[in-house]
């Protein structure tokens, strides 16, 4: 599926080829409005709606949204006999078969029959015991082909809530990403089993310490005397070695068809002085991380950290405050989605750790495994830089995304390099087919020639880091202050802006979808900040032709990958 003319994600789309994950936006803002923040529902299509078969990640708003989407579409759904194979009406058919071919309706996955209107008499069949049986399948929306047993929209978003979500997925715990999580652990009753909260362990101690603590709200957790609706699942960072194997080697189960390995990344300075983990004790330990960790290309985790119960790093510039990115896989597939939180530049940050993100998402880009990435763009460029407060705008964004298509291009063989090969193989009187000729080592994975391998780190330096015809200081950004407050901008790290296009990273990321969520709303009559986003963002991808394609996520939508 691609953005339609406004670069919305958010048609009920699917492409030709089955897709491995649906999305469900349930929020794509970032505020200020609170029916409007960061939610997600993610799924692997091959579990066909089966329980516990759906994730949330992240939770500003949940079940507001779902009971939004269930009250649009509740007057199209369409009664489900589980014992008789009706037959659809010629018109109820035809609607059906219509609704497909746009994509709107996945594949029929069982016989229905009549039509059901809000006014029209709830269709129930008896069971064997005469117990009364509503079996209502949504024809349309993001919930299309879920069956329902509730007769009002209230019973049904709950329905789903308590049968498919077994697990919710935290990036961090800011409010405007756990806030519907917490006021709807109401409805968490009266199931077999205790929805988990999963995330870093540093979130799940601030979540544990500052909300389920019987004074934000009731200790409604597993732990410490809790009433036990929830439980908490600490994940390990870079997933663990006994998980796993092969491909899905460190990924945990946190629903049924879909797996996760998390990476933590920054998202701005906190101005308190609390106790932290996540960034470095000093600017010495910034710098040398800074400069080692943008070399290779697979940095795949990053470097110890000081580990406690608070959320994020004590040093002596300040706190920085923890976020992740998810690599979410699906187990039929091996397909692989990528989710971030909120994310600050590395370009500014006094903990550049998007790097080892890019690191581990490249090869499975250069490979075909990783076709979508969901990251946050909360300002368009006329948000300075001392006031992004750990969030990305459109040139920091592309500047990211250059670090990545640099990874993926020194992954792939260049045509120069095919060439020299299928010349050596032809004058040895040999015909391969290039597909047979595996591709080299991926840089600063060698484990024969160590000189060879610094070599190839050292020529892999990011432009983010080191000066070029290419790149353009941007000007201000040696302002790290507001008001005379520190901001946490990394002395001597000025942003660096790539300019105009290299050819070595022409296409290095062709086909590869990022859409864009969290943004959050001027609440200005013009012009709409998302469009704004969106227009710059095609902009930069016009100049530098890295071949990405960028959409914007749309509350109450699907996003088919």
């Known amino acids: 599926m691609r953005g339609g003319a406004d670069g919305s994600a958010g048609a009920e789309a699917q492409s030709s080829n089955t897709p491995a994950f649906q999305i469900i936006v349930l929020g794509a803002g970032g505020g200020p409005s609170e029916d409007d923040v960061t939610g997600l529902l993610v799924r692997s299509t091959a579990t066909q709606w089966a329980k ?34 009706d037959i659809l009406s010629p018109a109820l058919e035809k609607k059906r078969s219509k609704s497909h ?3 709107a309706i996945p594949p029929r996955i069982a016989s229905h029959s009549s039509n059901l209107s809000l006014g029209a008499a709830s269709p129930i069949s008896r069971t064997d015991t005469g117990k009364e049986k509503l079996s209502l399948e949504l024809t349309t929306g993001p919930f299309a082909g879920y069956v329902l047993h509730a007769r009002t929209a209230g019973a049904s978003a709950v329905q789903i809530l308590r049968e498919l979500i077994p697990t919710y997925l935290i990036s961090h715990p800011h409010l405007d990403h756990v806030s519907g999580l917490a006021i709807n652990t109401a409805s968490f009753q009266h199931t077999a089993s205790r929805k988990q909260i999963a995330g870093l362990p540093s979130t799940v101690e601030a979540i544990k310490e500052h909300i389920f603590n019987d004074i934000m709200w009731p200790n409604l957790s597993d ?6 609706l929830v439980s908490y699942q600490r994940l390990q960072e870079g997933g663990s070695v006994a998980v796993g194997f092969g491909d899905s080697e460190g990924y945990i189960e946190v629903c049924d068809g879909l797996t996760v390995k998390c990476q933590s990344i920054s998202h701005g300075k906190c101005s308190q002085n609390h106790t932290h983990r996540g960034g470095y004790p000093n600017s010495a330990d910034h710098s040398q991380h800074y400069s080692t960790s943008r070399r290779g290309s697979r940095a795949s985790t ?20 923890d976020s992740t990115a998810f690599f979410l896989r ?15 530049p590395d370009s500014i940050s006094l903990s550049p750790r998007t790097v080892n993100v890019w690191s581990d998402a490249a090869p499975k880009i250069a490979n075909g495994t990783l076709t979508g990435i969901l990251i946050e763009c909360s300002y368009d460029d006329s948000q300075p830089d ?50 047979s000729v595996p591709p080299p080592s991926p840089v600063g994975r060698s484990h024969g020639n160590t000189h060879t391998s610094r070599r190839r780190k050292r020529s892999s330096v990011s432009p983010a880091t080191r000066p070029s015809s290419d790149i353009l200081m941007s000007p201000g950004l040696r ?52 469009d704004t986003i969106i227009a710059q963002l095609a902009a930069y991808e016009n100049d530098r032709q890295l071949g990405c394609v960028f959409e914007m996520s749309r509350s109450c939508t699907s996003i088919w990958l």
């Not at 990053?302 to 405050?321: F, L, N, V």
């Not at 979808?513 to 959050?520: D, E, T």
């Open 101 to 103: 071919g746009n994509g």
């Open 479 to 530: 302002e790290n202050t507001v008001d005379g407050t520190d901001t946490g901008q990394a002395d001597g790290h000025e942003l660096q802006v790539p300019q105009g296009r290299r050819p070595s990273l022409v296409g290095a990321l062709k086909g590869l979808r990022v859409i864009i969520i969290h943004v959050k709303d001027s609440l200005k009559d013009e012009p709409n900040v998302r």
């Open 223 to 228: 732990e410490d005397g809790g009433v036990g």
């Open 302 to 321: 990053p470097p110890p950290m000081s580990h406690d119960r608070k959320y994020g790093y004590h040093g002596q510039r300040g706190c920085i405050i």
């Open 330 to 344: 699906d187990e039929h597939t091996g397909k692989e989605v990528l989710i971030f939180g909120d994310v600050e």
């Open 52 to 85: 516990r078969s759906l994730l949330a990640v992240d939770a500003g708003v949940h079940l507001a949204a779902i009971l939004k989407i269930v009250k649009e579409h509740l007057p199209n759904a369409i009664q489900r006999s589980d014992v008789d194979a």
């Open 386 to 435: 001392k006031a992004l407060f750990g969030h990305l705008n459109p040139k920091h964004l592309i500047a990211e995304l250059q670090v990545l298509a640099e990874k993926v291009a020194a992954l792939k063989p260049s045509e120069e390099q095919a060439a020299a090969r299928k010349r050596k193989r032809q004058s040895n009187g040999l015909v391969i087919p290039e597909d």
